[in-house]
């Protein structure tokens, strides 16, 4: 699938979608928003599928926020919630899709970028990306619920430098940070992640989409029914087919085959 705005293709086991909109700094407008919905609605039952990975086009910036040209024209409450209410939406589809999604940050990460980047649940960067959230600086604060994701990726004290210092950090401090995972220093962070996708294939993908499930609801359930959750996916994913099969090829001396049942 491609448009004006963002392409999104299958290589190997990964779906990769990249933001096209070089000249704006690829940022996300509702053409964009629109696009990326579009890509990732049918991802979500294909058992082929390892991982997404989202990026931006060049080598200057993965997204640089919302499409500030259109939001200036918002004036009143309701085109505010209107506008913002279908960002938010994307990026929590973006979030729960049933596999690894992964940040190829080759570039500048800033505002709604870095919100989209926190989206992801692993985030690799180029040497020379810079992620930042200047909201401060615009009398604002993040907008698509990126104070949430940014305080359960690097706590309460380094989201609360980041946010009111509103100052970029390198890749080699995000990293430091909590930010993102890798700083790739040889080879294109994109390779990178396509090369982390190619180590997934042999993955079941029930248990691909259990582990970020139970993983998730340790952050967002208490700790009792956070391991009510997990004690019934394991006993779920115990008596699946692909469990059967992973045992039958163990026992065979061959590479199971999955069908994600």
Known sequence: MSSDVLTSERRGAAQVITITR????????????????????PLEKDATLRAVIVTGSGDRFFCSGGDIKQYRDL????????AFARPRKLLDHLESLPVPVIAAV???ALGGGAELMLACDIRLAAP???????????????GWHGIDRLAQSCGYGVAMHLLTSGEPVTAADA????????????APVLDAALAFTAGLESA???SLAATKRVLRSAFSES?????????????DLWMSKDHR???AAFAEKRKPKFSGE
């Open 245 to 247: 099969e992973a045992e």
């Open 22 to 41: 070089e000249h704006a700094g690829n940022s996300i407008s509702r053409e964009v928003t629109e696009a990326f919905e579009r890509a990732i609605a």
């Open 204 to 206: 079941a993908p029930l």
């Open 223 to 235: 700790r009792d029914a956070a391991r009510q959750i997990a004690e019934q996916t394991f006993a």
């Open 75 to 82: 004036k009143t409450r309701e085109q505010l919630n209107r």
């Open 106 to 108: 080759n570039g500048y």
């Open 128 to 142: 020379e990306a810079k992620i930042g959230f200047p909201y401060v600086k615009l009398s604002l604060i993040p």
């Open 175 to 186: 990293r430091r940070l909590g930010l993102i995972n890798e700083v790739v220093i040889d």
